[in-house]
């Protein structure tokens, strides 16, 4: 049984660097989240996709941040020019398309831990 | 805006103690709550999904209750085990204006059950 799986675990870089993360949802799932979280907190939503269509948009998602799911299978979020406060768990999550106001649960991947030196 | 808080953040209790973590949200217009854990540098697993037209749902020694008007869920946990130290989160799905909504998460509650 495969679930969500995100590469790289662990990213180092320096300030002023593009990163790049990719997530693998489980193969049935047309629904691909993604939340952003840092010590101690919540995670925070970013985006969604169904399918190739990215829904939805949070707020903190700023112009230096960019997420794509081509073919409706695996996605990418970069992250261009990082920043100190960039530094956070990145995670993906993936469920089934609802019916109405009934949610299929989302699914998470362990996440990619960024670190912006 | 939804806020989701959880009291408390942090929780020790001795093995085989029954326990209940609590979760409150602003906005009563949710579609579903969803109870997540999650272990120290991993991802959430999911626990429990209870949707807004349910009062409850159970999973082995788990049991989640949903009370819109109140605006509050409890996890109770029953016959704890070392092995369920852990974060436990609980995350509200609004949605609003057409959007098909997201998951607000509250900051969760850090469970130590010692032996």
């Known amino acids: 049984d495969t679930g969500v799986s995100q590469d790289p675990r ?5 300030r002023g660097q593009n990163v790049t993360f990719r997530c693998d949802p489980i193969s049935e799932h047309n629904r691909l989240y993604w939340y952003r979280q840092t010590l101690g907190q919540g995670p925070e939503f970013l985006t969604y996709f169904q399918n190739e269509a990215q829904l939805e948009k949070s707020r903190l998602l700023s112009d230096r941040f960019s997420a794509e799911r081509p073919k409706g299978s695996f996605s990418t979020l970069e992250i261009q020019r990082t920043e100190q406060g960039d530094s956070a768990m990145y995670l993906c999550a993936s469920s089934l398309a609802g019916l109405g106001r009934v949610n299929q649960p989302q699914h998470f991947g362990d996440g990619t831990r960024l670190s912006i030196l | 805006k939804q806020e989701v808080t959880q009291i408390p953040a942090a929780l020790s209790v001795p093995e085989g103690e029954n326990l209940v973590l609590n979760c ?9 709550l969803q109870w997540f854990r999650q272990d120290p540098g991993k991802g959430l697993t999911s626990l429990l999904l209870i949707q807004s037209s349910q009062r409850e749902q159970t999973s082995g020694r788990l049991n989640a209750s949903l009370d819109k008007s ?5 996890l109770y946990i029953a016959a704890s085990q070392p ?3 852990a974060t ?3 995350a509200a799905w609004t949605g609003h ?3 098909q909504g997201n998951l607000i998460f509250g900051k969760g ?7």
């Open chain 2, 88 to 90: 436990y989160l609980c």
């Open chain 2, 24 to 32: 409150s949200f602003t906005d009563s217009a949710i579609y579903n």
């Open chain 2, 97 to 99: 204006g057409g959007s």
């Open chain 2, 70 to 74: 109140s605006g509050r869920s409890t």
């Open chain 2, 83 to 85: 092995g369920d130290s």
């Open chain 2, 109 to 115: 509650t850090k469970l130590s059950v010692k032996p």
């Open chain 1, 10 to 14: 662990h990213k180092i870089t320096k």
